[in-house]
């Protein structure tokens, strides 16, 4: 009994002094901290008591104390109860619920009071912790429940929806971090123009994301306002080499022209932005050409001298200039018209007389089919007529396919996913994977992974000769061979010291000729896989119905000539009179084979087809008054 008293009186003023340090307050959702002091060493349990129940687990006591974060979940009280072999140590805290935010018509009330807000479809609150946001369009708001004080992050795209993180949901099923990382503009012109008014009812701070800019009216946009549109669009991975053909880069070329009389500087500030960020905007090269006109006429010699260089290579970025193609066609089709009725009406007679027998000109084909097959109107013709008419129907259809597919790939550069500016967004990613696997697609394709994935970039650029992406391989050899290939590219010559060019240091990277090149090819290879869906669907200045007769037709003529060339020449002479009276009508039908013909009879054709055009008959007049003077020429011969 002595002994059971002596130990008592020995652990009772250490069992005194042993304490459960709670706080007595906690907001719900903060973590709080418990604290132990002068305890026994060892792991002891620890129950916590709340509204959702009881909760237990184990405190590790070492050195006499211990430390536990807590975060209460829902407001109430709670009991803590640590056990100790002298007994337990209790303690009690109130969690407090935070007031809820909640959406009025005038605007979000807060536990500080009232953030006024412009009416609208606005997207929460979520509360994350002690903030709070909205989303509406592209905006989002953040702000605190403590004090006063929003935050503004502007989405890439409109906001569909918010998500504990904080994260926001994209159109499109894109989840984004907020705040939101910096990556090109995918919204559309309907998001600008909804955009447009929060930016006037909040005044957020500047500076501001590029395409916040877009939404404001592009002559009201001051020098700080520009400069801070350029480093944003740059920073975002837009290039200048790549096309632009989204409207609000228009609008600034619009503007730019607008304001030259009464405004000549603030023109001068929008025409120096586009230059230096989106330089490839639809008819881009006519707008410079007429800026650098316009700084002549104002006496700034030196900066139209600068936009005239900025255009050479901005020519050589752009896709080749196949403007003639389209009348190189119409020559081409009307020289072949010309040269196959030509050879149908000149040995008509001789063709005529030796289907007598048969039936006549279409009736042999009913009564005798395989022998008038013999008797085709090129069957009459020389080895040279059926291959000068053979040469000019290839030529025809080479140029018909290069129209359709130049024409394609150039609307498909100014058209989504390529108008932006950059193919390192979701929508160009996207695009690039579902071709197929080229060595320039996938050049392409490796240049838009390189900032996220690099590895997979690097393997996909190294099966390319391509220079930006030899140059992006980082390889000493690489480097070397892609300058060899395109020593007047600015980002090669900056890699390698040399300088740079008008747009300064970046990366290397492709341009809108290469991405030209690379539709160009794909189309090649999609005529090749399917010709009939393929040539269907090019822009061609054919009825959409005519389509498929123009290209059954051409394969039937081309199937007619190369017949031609199976079957012997058949004998037979034609009148001389009416000879005459069939050359006396086909500018060049004296030399076909000596070759002078053939360049008269596309004079003619020009000709004519420039007189189609309402340009006047100079050129036709002149193919017939070669025609007529050769022609006069060989009647004088014995």
């Known amino acids: 009994m002595r002994l059971r008293l002596a130990a008592l009186a020995f652990l009772l003023p250490w069992a005194l002094a042993q304490s459960l ?3 007595p307050e906690a907001p719900v959702g903060q973590p709080l901290t418990l604290e132990g002091r002068d305890l026994p060493e060892g792991r002891f349990p620890l129950e916590v008591e709340g509204p959702q129940g009881t909760k237990a687990q184990e405190v590790a006591v070492q050195g006499g104390s211990f430390r536990l974060t807590l975060t209460p979940e829902a407001p109430g009280e709670y009991r803590v109860r640590l056990v100790l072999p002298s007994g337990a140590l209790e303690g009690r ?33 979520l509360v994350q912790g002690e903030r709070v946001y909205l989303a509406q369009g592209l905006l989002v708001l953040e702000a605190s429940l403590k004090e006063p004080g929003v935050r503004y992050h502007y989405a890439p795209a409109k906001v569909v929806a918010l998500r504990p993180g904080p994260e926001a949901l994209l159109e499109g099923e894109r989840v984004l971090p907020i705040p939101f990382p910096p990556l090109p503009f995918e919204g559309s012109e309907e998001d600008l123009k909804a955009l447009a008014p929060l930016l006037q009812a909040l005044m957020p701070p500047k500076p501001w994301p590029y395409f916040a800019y877009w939404a404001l009216d592009p002559e009201n946009l001051g020098p700080e306002d520009l400069e801070a549109y350029r480093q944003d669009l740059l920073a975002r991975g837009h290039r200048p080499e790549l096309p632009y053909a989204f409207p609000p880069v228009l609008a600034m070329a619009e503007a730019a022209r607008r304001l030259e009389g009464k405004e000549p500087e603030t023109a001068r500030l929008l025409t120096d932005t586009l230059l230096r960020t989106s330089p490839l905007f639809p008819g881009s090269l006519a707008f410079f050409q007429e800026r650098a006109e316009a700084l002549e006429a104002q006496g700034l010699p030196a900066q139209a001298l600068r936009l005239r260089v900025a255009l050479e290579t901005l020519k050589a970025w752009s896709p080749p200039n196949l403007e003639g193609l389209s009348l ?7 020289a072949y018209l010309a040269l196959l009725l030509y050879l149908v009406l000149f040995y008509l007679p001789p063709q005529l007389r030796d289907l007598r027998n048969l039936g006549g000109f279409l009736g042999g084909f009913f009564r005798h089919p395989l022998l008038r097959l013999r008797h085709l109107s090129l069957a009459y013709a020389s080895f040279g007529e059926r291959l000068l008419a053979l040469l000019l129907l290839l030529a025809l259809g080479a140029a018909t396919l290069l129209h359709g597919l130049d024409q394609q790939a150039r609307k498909a550069l100014f058209a989504p996913p390529l108008d932006r500016g950059s193919l390192r967004t979701q929508a160009a990613l996207d695009w690039l994977r579902s071709l197929p696997p080229t060595p320039e697609t996938q050049a392409l394709l490796g240049y838009a992974l390189l900032p996220e994935a690099p590895q997979e970039a690097k393997g996909l650029l190294e099966g390319s000769g391509l220079p930006f992406a030899l140059a992006l391989t980082g390889e000493e050899k690489a480097l070397a061979e892609a300058y060899r290939k395109a020593p007047l590219e600015g980002p090669l010559r900056t890699a390698l010291g040399l300088g740079t060019d008008p ?16 539709l160009l090819r794909l189309g090649w290879g999609q005529f090749w896989e399917d010709p009939w869906r393929t040539f269907l669907a090019l822009p061609l200045p054919l009825p959409e119905r005519a389509r498929p007769w123009a290209f059954l037709g051409y394969f039937a003529l081309l199937f007619y000539h190369l017949l031609a060339f199976l079957l012997p020449r058949r004998k037979g002479t034609v009148p001389p009179t009416y000879a005459l009276l069939v050359r006396l009508f086909v500018p060049g039908s004296l030399g076909f084979a000596a070759g002078l013909g053939v360049l008269l009879l596309f004079l003619a054709a020009w000709g004519l087809v420039r007189l189609g055009q309402g340009e006047g008959p100079g050129l036709l007049l002149a193919a017939y008054a070669l025609h007529l003077l050769g022609l006069a020429l060989s009647l004088r011969r014995p």
Not at 328 to 334: D, F, G, K, R
């Open 21 to 23: 340090l709670v706080p």
């Open 93 to 125: 805290f109130l969690a407090q619920g935070q007031p809820t935010p909640t959406l009025t018509e005038e605007g979000l009330r807060l536990p500080w009071g009232l953030l006024a807000l412009p009416k609208g479809p606005w997207l929460g609150p």
């Open 328 to 334: 190189a066609l119409a020559v081409l089709a009307v």
């Open 503 to 518: 747009w300064g240091a970046r990366e290397a990277g492709p341009s809108a000729r290469t991405l030209y090149l690379a």
